[in-house]
């Protein structure tokens, strides 16, 4: 028997309680913020690197400096709201998440854009959602349907395609870094996901960089750049430190614990859209149609799978 105010999606229960519907949309909003944050990513962490013709930043300063950074003034918060210390399960936990979303992601990507632009990277990385899902399932255990995981190899195939032809019929080393800082990051989403689910999201995040400060600060001064660059670099890094390093996390871990990661995931579905419209005036970078093309067939399947997955309940309170 199924309770009064629910309906079956697939193998699972989903609940429609005024209560759950109210989180939902809450969870939905809150992943919108995030994902205009994080959008901004890829094109300002290009911006502080440059090119492979006209470096600026070293992508390893801007990778470590940014949690260095992110990872001082999350101290700082901690310490002002007197943040519980976590348990020793929740370090584990916590470590495993800096390993995706500290170091994997952002140092893989800041490697990938200074050999590709912002627009080839951002829609390499628009099956982000997908793979975050798709691990999200695998890791809490929530079962799918065959035509998400159908859908899962047809995105991944898409992005190939994608890189494959921006190549020259070749795949760039580039593309492989893409591909790592996508798997680490959707990890490093799914497991400060769940995370939340027992801490306030916004102490997962200020624990994750704290924790890294005693890697992410001597790489940080070690890296740091011998030589002037302009102030468009340091704008660049200043964003990626506070707002996609940081803050931008506030916004997402909540919306994913109030939402699920299976759900909330596919709100990412914006960001390649939004990475793009800001490479443009701000990179100078341009769009040709082949690009626009791969990218709405990369979105589109990107949509499809949301439409087919099932997802776990809604949990039955906020995230603290």
């Known amino acids: 028997m199924h309770s009064a105010g629910a309906t079956t999606r697939g193998p699972l229960v989903v609940g429609t309680a005024p209560g759950d519907a109210a989180r939902l949309r809450r969870g939905h909003w ?17 911006l502080a690197s440059g090119s492979a013709a006209a470096p600026q930043l ?6 470590f400096g940014r949690a ?9 918060y901690l310490l002002a709201v007197q943040a519980p210390w976590p348990s020793t399960m929740q370090w584990r936990a916590l470590a495993l998440t800096a390993v995706g979303v500290v170091f994997g992601f952002p140092l893989f990507m800041g490697l990938a854009v200074v050999r590709v632009d912002a627009v080839h990277a951002s829609v390499v990385t628009g099956i982000l959602p997908l793979v975050t899902a798709a691990l999200g399932a695998r890791w809490l255990k929530q079962p799918q349907r065959p035509a998400f995981w159908l859908l899962a190899w047809v995105g991944l195939l898409l992005v190939i395609a994608f890189a494959w032809w921006r190549g020259g019929a070749a795949l760039q080393v580039a593309d492989g870094l893409l591909a790592l800082a ?9 497991w400060g996901a769940g995370l939340s689910a027992s801490m306030r999201p916004e102490h997962v995040i200020s624990w994750v960089l704290v924790l ?5 600060m001597p790489v940080a001064w070690w890296t740091l750049p011998a030589a002037p660059v302009p102030a468009s ?5 200043g964003y990626v430190a506070l707002f996609s390093m940081w803050l931008g ?3 997402w871990y909540r919306a994913l614990a109030l939402g699920g990661t299976v759900r909330i ?4 579905l914006l960001q390649p859209f939004l990475s793009i419209l800001a490479a443009v005036p701000l990179l100078g970078e341009a769009i040709d149609a082949a690009t626009c093309v791969f990218l709405l067939a990369v979105m589109a399947v990107v949509f499809a799978s949301r439409r087919v997955s099932s997802a776990a309940p809604l949990p039955e309170r906020d995230p603290a």
């Open 265 to 268: 995931s596919q709100v990412q």
């Open 58 to 63: 070293s992508p390893w300063f801007v990778a």
């Open 68 to 76: 260095a950074v992110a990872g001082a003034l999350a101290a700082l």
């Open 182 to 190: 996508l798997l680490l990051g959707a990890m490093g989403y799914v």
């Open 249 to 251: 996390f506030f916004a």
């Open 212 to 216: 890294s400060l005693p890697i992410t």
């Open 233 to 237: 670099s340091w704008l660049g890094f």
């Open 30 to 46: 809150l992943g919108l913020l995030g994902v205009a944050l994080f959008a901004l990513t890829i094109p300002m962490t290009r």
